[in-house]
Structure formats: C-alpha cells, structure tokens
C-alpha cells in the first residue's frame, strides 16, 4: 500500500489540473513534463536543469535559507547576498547607536573591510535531496498504536541521517509530507561568516511600518545586503579575519526590463508553513480561539512598546525590530482572521467533508477504510478547543510576554544543576562564564521600565481572560488577592530579581545560588510547569492518523486536482505573473507604485512615514537616470499571482530568462487566509522593482564598489 501512495504522489506532482498555474508551492526538483510546459506556456525559457541541478550550476545554488526565517539570493560572485530588510534588520540594529544610527540612517559599507560580521547569523544552501519514504517506513505496519509507529519512524530516521551526515560538516534532516505519507532527506552547507554590507535608511526600508503592513499598494524598499564568506580553502567557517569572500556557483544578474502585466514570474525561496488540506475544525479553531488571543495578547504588548519608544530615541533603537517582530504576526492574524470569514473557508471545509464523505460511502472497501475518521477529527478538535486560549496567553502572555520572564528560561540548566548537585561548582561557573556573550546581549537593548509596564499589562490581561483553573498558582493567586492588578507584584518582583540588573547578575554569576526564590526566576518556572501540564492535557488525544488517511483519501478522491505539499520551510518554486488586482467591486489596483506615491504618503517626523532628505531631493529633481521606467515614473514595487508564505521573504522574483526583477516581500490584506486557503482572483504577491533597488545604490547612497560588482542586465 505505501509504494502505491508514493507511485500516487509522483504521479499528482508531474500532472497538472484544472486549477492555475498560480497556486502551488512545488519541490523544484520535480519540476518537469506537464508542469513545466505549463510554466513555458507562461513564458519561461528555460529548461528544468537551469533551473534545478545537482550536475551543473542553476538557479537553486544562488537561494539560500538566511537565518533561520527568511530567503536570501546571491547577486554577485563573490557573495553578494540580497534579503528584506525586515529579514535584516536585528542584525542592523545590533550594530547601531545613537551615535551611529544605521536604523534610521542606514549603512554603507565602501569597501569589504568596513563590513560588518553578525554573530549567530548562518545561511543554508541546499546541496542534495533524496526521497527516503521506503526507508523511514520500514518495519512501519498498520496495526502500530501511533506512538509505535512515531518512535520507529524517528528511530529510522536519526539512522539515515547519520549515515548520510558521516564525518562530514553539513546539516541533514527528514522532512514529512502530506501529513507523514511522505518523507525527504535534505542536506544543506551551512556558512556561518555573513557580515553586512548596506542596508537603506528606516524611511525606505521600513517606510509605511504598521500602517502598510500586509496591503497593496505598498512603497516600500524592502532590502538589505549581506556579504558571504568563506575559509581560504572556500569551505564553511566560522568569522576569521582570514576569511575571504564566497566565490559563487550561481549568482542572479539583475535586469533592468521592468515589468508589464502578463510577463511571466517566478519565485524560489522557503516558505515556512501552511494548512491547505485541513479540516474545519482546525478553521474554526483559528477562527475563534488561536487567532483572537494572539491578537489581544500582542495589542497588549505593542502598546507598551510604543509608549516606550516614542518617548525614547534610545529605546527607539533597541526595540526597533522587537517591535517590528512582534507587530508583524500581529496584523497577520487580524487579517487571516477577517478573511478566512470573509471567503467562507470554515464553510467551504465542511462541503468538502461532506462530499468526501458521500465519495467513501460509494464503495464499501472505502467506507471500511475512512470510517470514523471524522468522529477522530471531531473529537480531537473538540478536545482542542478547551485549551487553544490557554495555550497561547501562557506563550504570548507568559513565557515569551515579558523579557524578563523569557530571559529566566536561559538559566533553567544551571540552576537544575545547582540544585540537584548533578555538576560541580566550578564547572557550573565555567558554564555561566561561556553565557557571559548572551547575557551582554541581552542587557545591551533591554529597557527595564518598558520590561515592567508590558509584563504588568500581559499578566492582568493573563487573569482577566484564562479559565481559572487553567491559570499558573501564582498568577491566580496575586490575581485573586489584588483583583486582577498585578503592578505591585512586579515592582516588587523587578526590584528583588537577579536576573534584570546586569550587576546583580554578575554578583550571582560569581557566586551562583538556587533561584527558585528570585520572583522572575520563579514566576516563569510556575508558568511553564502549568504550560506543560495544560499541553500535556492537551495532547492526550491526538488525530495524526486520521489526518493522514485524510490526506490519502483526498488525493484518491480527487485525481485531477493538484495536490503540491503544505509549505515545511523546504525550498518550493512558485510561477505566476505580473497582474492588476480587483480585489473588492469597484475596486481596481494597479499592478505597480512608484515614488511619486512615496511622496504622497510622506508625512515629515512621522516614525512611519518620513522620507529621507536625499531621496526627497531626487524626487524633485525626478533625478532617477536609467532606472525610470518608460513613463519616465520610478517604480517601487510591483504585484505578481505567485504563491507565497512567511519564510518567502527575501525570496527572488525572477524573469523567463533567469533575470533578477524583483524581491518578494509581502502577501496583501484580501487575500490573508492564504496559508489555509489559496484565494485564485485576489492572491498576490508583493515585491520590490530592481530598478529601486540599484536606483537607491546608484543615486542615493553612491554606492560606486556594489554598482561595480553586480551584473547588470539592460
């Protein structure tokens, strides 16, 4: 039965349905026979091996994974990396004071050795695949509890990966597919020396912020530019001065064309995760529990942090891409939220069970097969739905709420060992000594009264909202007593800790003692106790194997439909084009911006949307040389119908020639249900023109050196 399941995935992969050329999120290596004629059809010119190979040089070596959480494309041969700057900016702040202010002013390097290295940062690319579902199964039956079955799996998989891994300095892991009827080995070469090249001024790179976040039309130069490098030999390495620059297998030319509706698009990069093959109770669980409570829970937070930040240019600084992280899925999920109403998904879930269901009765081998899979995803839904709430405001509330709350999780270890005595004094001291690094970290952009007015508002919105008995004791506790008002209790706790004063921590780090009496130390410990004990509940029903048939049944079910993977963070190619947008009746947007919308939007001191003086000047002046477009307008960003997710970002839109043309920063508003369910007319996909981003190189910053060393195509 399982080579069958395989024979029929392979199968759905290579055939293309009814459904547009638009929605799909492919593994490039299959990409092939009737998918890329459909693709040609589209415009693109070039064959399967240009675009993924393991034989010769092709688009895939220039993609890389870039910190963990984003895409990134090399643009030069010597390792000239090109993400968002969203994607960049932690980094960017780390470096930046306020006497070199590099958020708001930007940063230019003018030559390799004004670049700056940034610690904990890798990028990953991707150097072989291998399909290992036969291997991973074996010895897998269908009589195995699911705990039997998952511990063989993980058992054949840490086997294949050391065997695949050998001596050798690379990371392997088994991703599954289709809700584990699938399993693929990936292998990437990991560099761990990227150092920062440029990254624009806050007015372009974050111009429109909170405001624009996740909508069409945008403004926005949504870049930031890295440099690899590596050992003298050209292996990975760890920073060294005698690092020298990444000679690349493939870079991105970058073309200077621009775009006209119809002209054919197509993206590589990593998309993090979707649910396009869920069931409604997993819709409605987003719907009225995961997606209001992470948005109260982060309303919360963010206005604390303004409250702060507009106060402070200092705190301004340290909390610029905190803010910016915490702010993003913010709005995501007020979106996803308003959207997955408007276009009726939960609706549209319950017909397809529905007809699934009439589908399995037809046939009594089926009906044997998938009955009671729905009773399984009821029950466990159901059973979900008293702990979604909880689950979340002890995460978004709690354990990653206030700093200083996450900040104690670091010292779980240590204190263990402290008071088990499972380690030696000395050695415990050596072990805090090598965290020395981290904790510097920490202190350098944290501001202890922001710290205490946000973990304040977390824990009495904590109390207020959570069941009672779904609460940690000691926030029940001081919630009882003061009636909700938790601000004494952390003053108090604030002024009696170890762990928010760098000094004290210091004196503790000398001379290290049990922490279960520190008030933060303690206050997180009783929370994640209670997080493990409500997630433990949680998981004691479990609905992977009827997810699994499901997914078996669905792909029987509905041969011609086309069944691409949920996004892993694995890398996908997506193909569209360039398109106008009629989202809403009476609505028509263009398929570009330029800087005369900029300008339009340009409000003088605004933390969200002034310009810097250089560009305004070439505004006027309407200064932009050989990066107009015909009309002589400067386009900023442009729409696509490519499909696209979180972990995209950062990700090339490339030409039918293999032609950098755009930087894939966003999704749009109308369409924010699109990691459960693609939406055909409005999904689009938001970028950034090239044209903007050599025009800010070239015009603004004068940046002569990277002018000099990208290839540019007229």
């Given at each position: 039965m399982k080579s069958k399941i395989y024979l029929l995935f392979i199968a759905l992969i290579m055939t293309f349905s009814s459904v547009r050329a638009d929605e799909g999120m492919?593994?490039?290596?299959?990409?092939?026979?009737?998918?890329?004629?459909?693709?040609?059809?589209?415009?693109?010119?070039?064959?399967?091996?240009?675009?993924?190979?393991?034989?010769?040089p092709s688009l895939k070596d220039a993609i890389v994974q870039f910190g963990g959480g984003c895409t990134g494309e090399l643009i030069s041969p010597e390792g000239l990396l090109l993400t968002n700057h969203h994607c960049g900016l932690s980094y960017v702040q780390s470096h930046a004071s306020i006497e070199h202010d590099y958020l708001q002013d930007g940063f230019w390097a003018r030559s390799k050795d004004q670049e700056l290295p940034n610690e904990g940062l890798t990028v990953s690319f991707l150097s072989f695949i291998k399909d290992v579902t036969k291997e991973v199964m074996s010895g897998v039956t269908e009589n195995m509890t699911e705990a039997e079955r998952d511990a063989l799996i993980q058992k054949n998989s840490k086997m294949i990966i050391k065997e695949q891994k050998g001596d050798r300095d690379v990371e392997v892991e088994i991703v599954p597919f289709y809700h584990g009827n699938q399993y693929i080995l990936f292998v990437y070469d990991v560099y761990k020396d990227v150092r920062l090249v440029a990254c624009p001024p806050w007015g372009i790179g974050k111009f429109g912020a909170d405001t624009d976040n996740w909508t069409w039309p945008r403004h926005k130069g949504d870049f930031c530019i890295f440099r690899v490098y590596t050992a003298p030999d050209g292996s990975p390495a760890e920073y060294s001065e005698e690092n020298v620059p990444m000679k690349s297998k493939h870079y991105l030319p970058i073309s200077l064309k621009g775009v006209q509706p119809g002209d054919y698009t197509m993206i590589l990069g990593y998309p993090g995760s979707t649910d396009r093959y869920s069931v409604s109770g997993s819709v409605k669980n987003v719907i009225d529990l995961e997606g209001p409570a992470i948005?109260?829970?982060r309303t919360t937070k963010l206005e604390q942090y303004r409250k702060h930040m507009d106060a402070d240019p200092a705190v301004f600084i340290q909390y610029a891409s905190k803010q910016a992280s915490v702010s993003n899925y913010w709005k995501y999920y007020i979106g996803q939220v308003k959207q997955l109403q408007y276009n009726k998904v939960y609706e549209k879930r319950l017909e397809q069970e529905k007809v699934f269901r009439q589908w399995a009765a037809q046939d009594k081998a089926r009906k044997a097969k998938y009955d009671g899979i729905f009773d399984e995803m009821d029950n466990y839904w159901n059973h979900q739905s008293k702990y979604t709430k909880a689950l979340i405001y002890h995460r978004e509330a709690g354990l990653r709420g206030g700093e200083a709350v996450s900040f104690a999780l670091r010292f779980r270890a240590a204190n263990k060992a402290i008071e088990n005595k499972t380690a030696s004094m000395d050695d415990i001291k050596a072990y805090l000594k090598r965290m020395q690094p981290d904790f510097q970290d920490f202190f350098k952009d944290y501001n202890q009264a922001l710290d205490r007015d946000v973990t304040i508002a977390l824990l009495n919105l904590?109390?207020?909202?959570?069941?009672?008995?779904?609460?940690?004791?000691?926030?029940?506790?001081?919630?009882d007593k003061t009636g909700g008002d938790f601000t004494a209790f952390v003053n108090n706790a604030f002024a009696k800790s170890v762990l928010v004063n760098p000094d004290k921590l210091a004196a503790w780090c000398e001379n290290p003692k049990s922490l279960s009496k520190d008030p933060i130390y303690a206050l997180m410990y009783d929370i994640l106790l209670s997080y493990w004990s409500l997630q433990e509940q949680s998981e004691s029903v479990d609905c992977a194997h009827a997810d699994r048939l499901y997914m078996e049944g669905l792909m029987e079910m509905q041969k011609d439909r086309n069944f691409y993977p949920d996004a892993n963070f694995t890398m996908r190619l997506t193909y569209g084009s360039v398109q106008d947008c009629s989202p809403k009746d009476a609505v028509k947007y263009s398929y570009y911006t330029t800087l005369d919308g900029v300008m339009d939007k340009y409000i003088p001191g605004n933390w969200e949307f002034d310009v810097p003086k250089d560009l305004i000047r070439l505004w006027e002046k309407k200064d932009y040389g050989r990066y107009a477009n015909e009309k002589g307008e400067l386009v900023v960003n442009f729409i696509t119908t490519n499909d696209i997710t979180g972990g995209n970002s950062g990700s090339p839109v490339i030409d039918a020639n293999g032609n950098l043309i755009g930087l894939a920063f966003d999704g749009n508003w109308e369409a924010m249900s699109g990691d459960i369910s693609f939406e055909n007319e409005v999904q689009r996909t938001i970028c950034m023109d090239?044209?903007?981003?050599?025009?800010?190189?070239?015009?603004?910053?004068?940046?002569?050196?990277?002018?000099?060393e990208i290839k540019i195509v007229e």
């Open positions: 492919w593994l490039p290596y299959s990409i092939n026979g009737q998918n890329l004629a459909d693709m040609q059809r589209l415009g693109c010119k070039l064959t399967a091996e240009q675009i993924f190979s393991f034989n010769q948005v109260d829970c904590f109390y207020k909202d959570v069941n009672p008995d779904q609460l940690p004791a000691t926030i029940k506790k001081v919630g090239m044209r903007y981003l050599l025009f800010i190189i070239d015009k603004m910053a004068n940046a002569q050196n990277l002018m000099q």
